[in-house]
């Protein structure tokens, strides 16, 4: 399976979204956080920016709804055109429900974990899910640095994922970055989330294709 990087747009320019959607155009996603200063101590933007985004972006759009109450408000962002939207299993009442949902309105379904939120009692219900993304950091802000001991969680979920045969993405994010990446990628992730690595480098797209290559020295 290849590494698909997926620059962070929190870390962008807010100002300037379009033109900082634009820098990341050899990724393979633009991830965008969704905060609703509830679900975590944080507000970033909600469904009338990311139609917009969706329409300006050279790249598909992966969705991260760090919000409560997902049940309500994350098919909205399958309807706006979202490539993948990710709800939190703290914050789903109905996960199952809500991922063949977004599935039927032509999104990919992801199910995010915080750090500290066990993957047992999902790994039942992994065919139900595209993607499981493993925070690397408590959700909220960017910056921050990369959780080591959430590389266990990783390799439970890819042993998981090859036991049963089936094709699910597992993607890290926070403080995912060269010095990082390897470990992650080592450990059986694929898609790879990066804010501050990628928006604070000198030249962005050396920066995209540094951390794929390094990614895929370590491809599963
Ligand atoms: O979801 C989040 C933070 O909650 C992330 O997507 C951050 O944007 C990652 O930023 P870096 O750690 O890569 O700077």
Do not use: C
Not at 88 to 112: D, I, M
Not at 147 to 158: A, D, F, S, V
Request: proline share 6%; aromatic share 6%; net charge negative.
């Amino acid at each position: 399976m290849s590494a698909l990087i997926a620059p962070s747009i929190l870390s962008a320019d807010f100002a300037n979204l379009e033109r900082d959607l634009g820098a990341i155009a050899t990724a393979d996603y633009a991830h965008v956080d969704v905060m609703d200063n509830h679900f975590v101590p944080n507000l970033t933007l909600g469904l009338p920016i990311f139609e917009r985004l969706v329409q300006v972006s050279p790249v598909p759009i992966d969705a991260h709804l760090m919000i409560a109450d997902p049940d309500r408000w994350a098919p909205g962002y399958a309807e706006a055109g979202a490539a993948s939207v990710t709800f939190h299993a703290e914050a789903a009442t109905a996960p199952v429900r809500l991922a063949r949902e977004l599935r039927r309105l032509g999104s990919r379904a992801g199910l995010a974990l915080r750090p500290a939120t066990s993957v047992e009692p999902f790994l039942d219900l992994l065919p139900e899910f595209d993607m499981l993304l493993v925070m690397t950091v408590e959700p909220g802000f960017g910056g921050q640095s990369f959780i080591e001991g959430t590389l266990p969680k990783i390799r439970r979920i890819r042993d998981a994922v090859s036991e049963a045969g089936l094709d699910v993405w597992i993607q890290v994010d926070g403080g995912v970055s060269r010095a990082t990446i390897e470990r992650a990628a080592e450990a059986g992730a694929n898609v790879f989330v990066a804010g501050s690595a990628v928006y604070g480098a000198e030249n962005i797209p050396e920066e995209i294709a540094a951390l794929r290559a390094l990614a895929e020295g370590h491809a599963h």
